[in-house]
């Protein structure tokens, strides 16, 4: 069993920033992927960002070259840089971890961007 536990969401400007960060109950060594969504109201749950246990990541379009993913497995946390922010990107964000086993869910963090 692992816990994955969000936080860094708040209520920001446009054109600003926020990390969120994910961490995890357990290792995250042995995680195949890794990945980031959200849901904004009334909306289903799109992926945002996914990086692979090699390191490999992408991006949704509406995020490319504004958003990063990363990962510090010293600490089992993942986390997700996010620039330039736009009302758009308003939602609850989930991070998701696959491993062998099983794959688990955050419980979201709320993110909010307005004037």
């Known amino acids: 069993q692992v816990q994955l536990v969000e936080s860094g969401g708040g209520l920001v400007q446009p054109g600003g920033s926020l990390r969120l960060s994910c961490a995890a109950s357990?290792?995250?060594?042995?995680?195949?992927?890794m990945d980031w969504h959200r849901q904004a109201p009334g909306k289903s749950r799109e992926l945002v960002a996914k990086?692979?246990?090699?390191?490999?990541?992408s991006y949704a379009d509406s995020v490319k070259g504004r958003f990063t993913i990363s990962r510090d497995n010293d600490k089992n946390t993942v986390y997700l840089q996010m620039n330039s922010l736009k009302p758009e990107d308003t939602g609850v964000y989930y991070c998701y971890e696959a491993y062998p086993w099983a794959h688990y869910w955050g419980q979201g963090t709320q993110v909010t961007v307005s004037s």
């Open positions: 357990r290792s995250i060594d042995s995680a195949m992927m």
């Open positions: 990086m692979s246990s090699d390191g490999t990541t």
